[in-house]
């Protein structure tokens, strides 16, 4: 039966299939209204006898109302997922063998597939689609071959469900706002040779975990990859895996979920290699990765900052082929310990850096009846809350072996290693504990107290410890041979040492920066004091930290000078302090400032450096990284820059994949933190996290200055959860600021997410000819002017944000487009009481679609005067804004009308909405809406939208149309 929809313009659903082998002749049928396709409906053109397995479906613009059975094997292609929507269920038969499903929106339903004939290969596709509004996504069970690509699956139940499936891909999806978990895998499997894939992600606020994992049996999910996807702010863990072997966890930030970040129960060979995993809001207490009951794991070059809990908990974890280790990780700030161990056997620990954990730096706790084996070597434990390395044997049938080795326990709260009651023998069985140093922990450098046995604490006749100290060990265990005079790849530094002799010592430390920098290798500790090149005998500028070296200031005290100040203060000698020139490096806590406007507090060159809990005032850039790729940027305070906080530029090479998190920009003359080039190129300033940032008051002299800006060339990076306001008027004029205004094209791609873009002196957002853009879950309200603006932008996907009580004056709206915007998609947003219109679309503004979202003027805009709070909800006008769509929308209490179309505009479509109380009641007709245009469409023929006030006879009349067939009762989205 044909449907009769006007196809100008809409949505449609689409479905198809990849690569048909074996099918000598397909034909390609179309779908559509105009009288000129082959069917009406997409379920009659796939039951049809002349359909074939391999042929193509083809679906012309609308919407259709309809469940969907796909019987054969087929490719159903939409053409173009913002103009094709199928309101419905589509379900995959048993026994389909190639299935495509292609460019659709699928709203109110899902794709599924049930009980699918595994004997033979199967490969079903879903590409480009907008799934939302069902209970399921995407929902398959015995399915192999499966392929879910540039994908956004949201608001629905669960978001990709798949049991007992094999070899799935899971590319380029934005999977969000489920109701349970966002994708959930029930014994799921890859093989060897063709992993199960889930990559290039954005999995965030669902309602229970990101990703789970269940393979109880332990027995049936292997070989399963999560690589560059991104996980956060999920209500339950980041990603939980019960069960199953081969795991690879591979460049993946992980941030914000409720409980763990990564936790594992039952698991054999995982690996989580160079992941990003920190906690900042969350007030459960959870671990950034836990491993329990797991054997032969490798954690590699991750860093783990600001959870509630351990950094890393190890619990009843085994090597049964391998040694289990955690090497080359950053580990910061954490709520307990940075690594905790539990019932463990043959753990490594090589490599970390633990920087500020509130209890203990490495715990190795209680244990029973066994021989465990540890090693820990070439790590720094730096101000932890508690002690450096605790080892608590209390059961009397314990036997440690710990191995320290190489590693340095610097201004410790409590000791740098405390070793209580019992069997715990450090190094033990001609492996002694040697070439540690140990610098002003609290209560002591080390503390013994093994009423069984002696502990070895270093070699008679070669190596021992640097104590750093007149005091060795305190406690029983009082051996500590052959204590060396100065530190093994450890320079100490203290401005206030006087003496001209030999360095190395703690009686005798360096007295400048740039004479212990510059070595191999080498950790180096900065006394409290003042280094500066106010004297060229005190330091020469820049400091060049090269070869891996590791900076670390001595912990701020409470005295008036109790910290480490960098300062290039002579005018004729500034220069940029820090430079890091080489990977690997970190510097940790210190106030760095070059006094200048044309200089920059420290800069980074090189490669996988970490920049950590320093303070950079008073000079052009307090952060520079500059074509450079995998820097880590947390917990910096950066203010007062003549331009910006922190700035992510590359000038002849790539800058790529930093991360900037938790750091906190204001009273920066430009900008906080800006990413992109003034010399564009396709191919760099990509792929880097701006997240879970500070930024305000920046940009008191530049009239677009922001609190986050991304430049020309500034492409595919990711800024979530940062938040972005003002505490003074003029300043942070927009949140975030997207600006490719040179006409490049290049600054596309971003993914805007869950930022917090109130009360700004101009725009929460600004887009200005940027495209391809996404943005999703923001709040921006109360700010000054409008919520978001766009500027010769188009296909925009702006979904799930609230755009409520902004602007000051009449001309101020929530959403406002100006100048050619056009193919924007715009979903599920809340759009409420802003001063003047609630959207209001310009000339140019075309073939936008405003789908399910709530425009409202229910409450009062409590930035201006008006207590009327708003005009339209919304209102189009100029010339060529045509080719509108408007479908399934709520207007509640606008106080003009719900939607006005001026008479420039033509062919917009506006069904299937509900208008509640819009109007001041002033005219003696209708006033809920308003059209002065021409050829628009307010019912498609059978349908048209609800009103409050209809009479329940005849047409509704508007302007220069009518709604002919006025719906009897409101769509779903709207509760009376």
Same mark, same amino acid.
């Given at each position: 039966?044909?449907?009769?929809?006007?196809?100008?313009?809409?949505?449609?659903?689409?479905?198809?299939?990849?690569?048909?082998?074996?099918?000598?002749?397909?034909?390609?049928?179309?779908?559509?209204?105009?009288?000129?396709?082959?069917?009406?409906?997409?379920?009659?053109?796939?039951?049809?006898?002349?359909?074939?397995?391999?042929?193509?479906?083809?679906?012309?613009?609308?919407?259709?109302?309809?469940?969907?059975?796909?019987?054969?094997?087929?490719?159903?292609?939409?053409?173009?997922?913002?103009?094709?929507?199928?309101?419905?269920?589509?379900?995959?038969?048993?026994?389909?063998?190639?299935?495509?499903?292609?460019?659709?929106?699928?709203?109110?339903?899902?794709?599924?597939?049930?009980?699918?004939?595994?004997?033979?290969?199967?490969?079903?596709?879903?590409?480009?689609?907008?799934?939302?509004?069902?209970?399921?996504?995407?929902?398959?069970?015995?399915?192999?071959?499966?392929?879910?690509?540039?994908?956004?699956?949201?608001?629905?139940?669960?978001?990709?469900?798949?049991?007992?499936?094999?070899?799935?891909?899971?590319?380029?999806?934005?999977?969000?706002?489920?109701?349970?978990?966002?994708?959930?895998?029930?014994?799921?499997?890859?093989?060897?040779?063709?992993?199960?894939?889930?990559?290039?992600?954005?999995?965030?606020?669902?309602?229970?975990?990101?990703?789970?994992?269940?393979?109880?049996?332990?027995?049936?999910?292997?070989?399963?990859?999560?690589?560059?996807?991104?996980?956060?702010?999920?209500?339950?863990?980041?990603?939980?895996?019960?069960?199953?072997?081969?795991?690879?966890?591979?460049?993946?930030?992980?941030?914000?979920?409720?409980?763990?970040?990564?936790?594992?129960?039952?698991?054999?060979?995982?690996?989580?290699?160079?992941?990003?995993?920190?906690?900042?809001?969350?007030?459960?207490?959870?671990?950034?990765?836990?491993?329990?009951?797991?054997?032969?794991?490798?954690?590699?070059? *991750? !860093? $783990?900052? @600001?959870?509630?809990?351990?950094? =890393?908990? /190890? %619990?009843?974890?085994?090597?049964?082929? +391998? #040694? &289990?280790?955690?090497?080359? *990780? !950053? $580990?910061? @700030?954490?709520?307990?310990?940075? =690594?905790? /161990? %539990?019932?463990?056997?043959?753990?490594? +620990? #090589? &490599?970390?850096?633990?920087?500020?954990?509130?209890? @203990?730096?490495?715990?190795?706790?209680?244990?029973?009846?066994?021989?465990?084996?540890?090693? +820990?070597?070439?790590?720094?434990?730096?101000?932890?809350?508690?002690?450096?390395?605790?080892?608590?044997?209390?059961?009397?049938?314990?036997?440690?072996?710990?191995?320290?080795?190489?590693?340095?326990?610097?201004?410790?709260?409590?000791?740098?290693?405390?070793?209580?009651?019992?069997?715990?023998?450090?190094?033990?069985?001609?492996?002694?504990?040697?070439?540690?140093?140990?610098?002003?922990?609290?209560?002591?450098?080390?503390?013994?107290?093994?009423?069984?046995?002696?502990?070895?604490?270093?070699?008679?006749?070669?190596?021992?410890?640097?104590?750093?100290?007149?005091?060795?060990?305190?406690?029983?265990?009082?051996?500590?041979?052959?204590?060396?005079?100065?530190?093994?790849?450890?320079?100490?530094?203290?401005?206030?040492?006087?003496?001209?002799?030999?360095?190395?010592?703690?009686?005798?430390?360096?007295?400048?920066?740039?004479?212990?920098?510059?070595?191999?290798?080498?950790?180096?500790?900065?006394?409290?004091?003042?280094?500066?090149?106010?004297?060229?005998?005190?330091?020469?500028?820049?400091?060049?930290?090269?070869?891996?070296?590791?900076?670390?200031?001595?912990?701020?005290?409470?005295?008036?000078?109790?910290?480490?100040?960098?300062?290039?203060?002579?005018?004729?000698?500034?220069?940029?302090?820090?430079?890091?020139?080489?990977?690997?490096?970190?510097?940790?806590?210190?106030?760095?400032?070059?006094?200048?406007?044309?200089?920059?507090?420290?800069?980074?060159?090189?490669?996988?450096?970490?920049?950590?809990?320093?303070?950079?005032?008073?000079?052009?850039?307090?952060?520079?990284?500059?074509?450079?790729?995998?820097?880590?940027?947390?917990?910096?305070?950066?203010?007062?820059?003549?331009?910006?906080?922190?700035?992510?530029?590359?000038?002849?090479?790539?800058?790529?994949?930093?991360?900037?998190?938790?750091?906190?920009?204001?009273?920066?003359?430009?900008?906080?933190?800006?990413?992109?080039?003034?010399?564009?190129?396709?191919?760099?300033?990509?792929?880097?996290?701006?997240?879970?940032?500070?930024?305000?008051?920046?940009?008191?002299?530049?009239?677009?200055?922001?609190?986050?800006?991304?430049?020309?060339?500034?492409?595919?990076?990711?800024?979530?959860?940062?938040?972005?306001?003002?505490?003074?008027?003029?300043?942070?004029?927009?949140?975030?600021?997207?600006?490719?205004?040179?006409?490049?094209?290049?600054?596309?791609?971003?993914?805007?997410?869950?930022?917090?873009?109130?009360?700004?002196?101009?725009?929460?957002?600004?887009?200005?000819?940027?495209?391809?853009?996404?943005?999703?879950?923001?709040?921006?309200?109360?700010?000054?002017?409008?919520?978001?603006?766009?500027?010769?932008?188009?296909?925009?996907?702006?979904?799930?944000?609230?755009?409520?009580?902004?602007?000051?004056?009449?001309?101020?709206?929530?959403?406002?487009?100006?100048?050619?915007?056009?193919?924007?998609?715009?979903?599920?947003?809340?759009?409420?009481?802003?001063?003047?219109?609630?959207?209001?679309?310009?000339?140019?503004?075309?073939?936008?679609?405003?789908?399910?979202?709530?425009?409202?003027?229910?409450?009062?805009?409590?930035?201006?005067?008006?207590?009327?709070?708003?005009?339209?909800?919304?209102?189009?006008?100029?010339?060529?804004?045509?080719?509108?769509?408007?479908?399934?929308?709520?207007?509640?209490?606008?106080?003009?009308?719900?939607?006005?179309?001026?008479?420039?505009?033509?062919?917009?479509?506006?069904?299937?909405?509900?208008?509640?109380?819009?109007?001041?009641?002033?005219?003696?007709?209708?006033?809920?809406?308003?059209?002065?245009?021409?050829?628009?469409?307010?019912?498609?023929?059978?349908?048209?939208?609800?009103?409050?006030?209809?009479?329940?006879?005849?047409?509704?009349?508007?302007?220069?149309?009518?709604?002919?067939?006025?719906?009897?009762?409101?769509?779903?989205?709207?509760?009376?």
């Amino acid at each position: 039966m044909k449907i009769a929809y006007r196809s100008i313009i809409g949505f449609v659903l689409l479905v198809g299939l990849i690569g048909f082998a074996g099918f000598s002749t397909a034909t390609t049928w179309t779908v559509g209204d105009s009288g000129s396709e082959d069917y009406t409906t997409i379920q009659e053109a796939i039951n049809n006898v002349n359909t074939n397995n391999g042929d193509t479906i083809e679906v012309k613009a609308g919407i259709y109302h309809e469940d969907i059975t796909v019987s054969k094997n087929l490719l159903i292609d939409g053409e173009d997922q913002n103009s094709r929507y199928i309101h419905g269920d589509i379900t995959i038969s048993s026994g389909r063998t190639d299935v495509e499903i292609k460019r659709f929106t699928i709203f109110g339903g899902g794709i599924l597939l049930n009980d699918q004939d595994t004997t033979s290969e199967n490969y079903i596709n879903v590409t480009q689609c907008l799934i939302y509004e069902g209970s399921s996504g995407i929902d398959f069970t015995n399915v192999q071959n499966i392929n879910i690509i540039n994908c956004a699956i949201f608001n629905n139940n669960r978001g990709i469900d798949l049991v007992s499936c094999d070899k799935v891909l899971i590319e380029s999806c934005r999977i969000f706002n489920n109701d349970h978990d966002g994708i959930r895998f029930r014994n799921v499997n890859g093989l060897s040779s063709d992993y199960t894939d889930i990559k290039d992600c954005f999995i965030f606020a669902n309602g229970d975990n990101g990703i789970e994992i269940d393979d109880y049996s332990s027995s049936y999910s292997d070989y399963i990859k999560i690589f560059h996807t991104y996980v956060f702010e999920n209500n339950g863990n980041g990603i939980r895996i019960e069960g199953g072997t081969n795991y690879l966890i591979d460049e993946s930030p992980i941030s914000n979920n409720i409980y763990d970040q990564i936790y594992c129960s039952n698991v054999d060979e995982i690996k989580i290699v160079k992941c990003h995993i920190s906690e900042e809001t969350s007030t459960q207490s959870a671990h950034g990765i836990y491993l329990g009951d797991c054997s032969d794991f490798k954690i590699i070059k *991750c !860093n $783990i900052s @600001n959870v509630n809990n351990n950094g =890393i908990h /190890l %619990s009843s974890t085994d090597s049964i082929d +391998i #040694t &289990s280790r955690v090497t080359d *990780c !950053n $580990i910061m @700030n954490v709520g307990d310990d940075g =690594i905790s /161990l %539990s019932n463990c056997d043959d753990i490594d +620990i #090589t &490599s970390c850096n633990i920087l500020d954990a509130a209890y @203990n730096g490495i715990d190795i706790g209680n244990s029973v009846n066994t021989s465990y084996d540890y090693e +820990i070597e070439d790590c720094v434990l730096y101000h932890c809350g508690e002690d450096g390395l605790y080892i608590d044997a209390d059961d009397d049938g314990t036997n440690y072996n710990v191995v320290v080795e190489s590693s340095s326990f610097l201004w410790n709260e409590d000791y740098g290693i405390y070793i209580s009651d019992a069997k715990a023998l450090i190094g033990n069985s001609g492996a002694p504990s040697k070439c540690n140093n140990f610098l002003q922990n609290a209560d002591g450098n080390a503390y013994d107290y093994c009423s069984n046995g002696t502990n070895t604490w270093g070699e008679t006749d070669t190596w021992g410890n640097y104590w750093g100290d007149s005091e060795y060990i305190y406690g029983l265990g009082e051996n500590a041979p052959n204590p060396l005079t100065s530190g093994v790849n450890f320079y100490y530094v203290d401005s206030d040492y006087t003496s001209s002799g030999p360095a190395g010592t703690y009686a005798n430390p360096y007295k400048r920066l740039t004479a212990a920098v510059g070595w191999n290798d080498k950790v180096i500790a900065v006394d409290w004091g003042k280094y500066d090149n106010s004297n060229p005998n005190i330091e020469t500028f820049p400091i060049w930290l090269n070869n891996t070296e590791r900076l670390f200031a001595r912990p701020e005290g409470t005295g008036a000078n109790e910290y480490v100040m960098i300062d290039s203060e002579n005018p004729a000698r500034i220069g940029e302090p820090i430079i890091l020139n080489q990977i690997n490096c970190v510097i940790a806590g210190f106030k760095i400032t070059s006094s200048g406007s044309n200089y920059h507090a420290l800069t980074s060159l090189k490669n996988d450096c970490i920049i950590y809990g320093n303070e950079m005032n008073s000079s052009k850039f307090g952060i520079d990284l500059k074509n450079v790729d995998r820097n880590i940027v947390i917990d910096n305070t950066c203010y007062d820059n003549s331009h910006v906080g922190i700035r992510i530029e590359f000038d002849d090479d790539s800058t790529i994949w930093n991360i900037i998190q938790g750091n906190t920009v204001y009273g920066n003359d430009q900008h906080g933190i800006r990413l992109g080039s003034v010399n564009p190129n396709s191919d760099y300033c990509r792929r880097n996290t701006v997240i879970l940032n500070t930024c305000y008051d920046n940009g008191a002299n530049q009239g677009e200055g922001s609190g986050i800006y991304l430049g020309s060339d500034a492409g595919y990076n990711i800024i979530a959860l940062n938040s972005l306001y003002k505490q003074n008027e003029n300043q942070n004029k927009y949140g975030i600021y997207i600006d490719d205004a040179s006409g490049t094209s290049y600054s596309e791609y971003n993914n805007v997410i869950l930022n917090d873009c109130s009360d700004n002196s101009k725009a929460g957002m600004k887009v200005d000819h940027a495209d391809h853009n996404w943005l999703l879950n923001n709040d921006c309200s109360y700010n000054d002017d409008h919520g978001i603006i766009f500027i010769d932008s188009d296909s925009i996907k702006i979904i799930n944000n609230n755009i409520s009580q902004n602007g000051d004056a009449a001309t101020e709206s929530g959403f406002y487009h100006s100048n050619a915007c056009f193919n924007h998609l715009i979903i599920a947003n809340i759009i409420a009481n802003s001063y003047s219109h609630n959207v209001w679309l310009t000339s140019g503004g075309d073939n936008n679609y405003l789908i399910l979202n709530d425009i409202n003027g229910a409450g009062s805009n409590d930035e201006g005067d008006n207590t009327g709070n708003n005009n339209y909800g919304i209102y189009i006008w100029g010339t060529n804004a045509d080719d509108n769509v408007l479908w399934y929308n709520t207007f509640d209490s606008n106080d003009d009308y719900g939607v006005s179309l001026g008479s420039g505009t033509g062919g917009t479509l506006i069904h299937y909405n509900n208008f509640v109380d819009n109007g001041d009641g002033s005219t003696s007709t209708e006033d809920q809406a308003d059209d002065d245009g021409s050829l628009n469409s307010w019912d498609d023929g059978t349908n048209g939208n609800w009103w409050n006030d209809y009479d329940g006879d005849g047409i509704y009349s508007i302007g220069n149309e009518d709604d002919n067939n006025p719906k009897k009762s409101p769509d779903p989205q709207y509760t009376p």
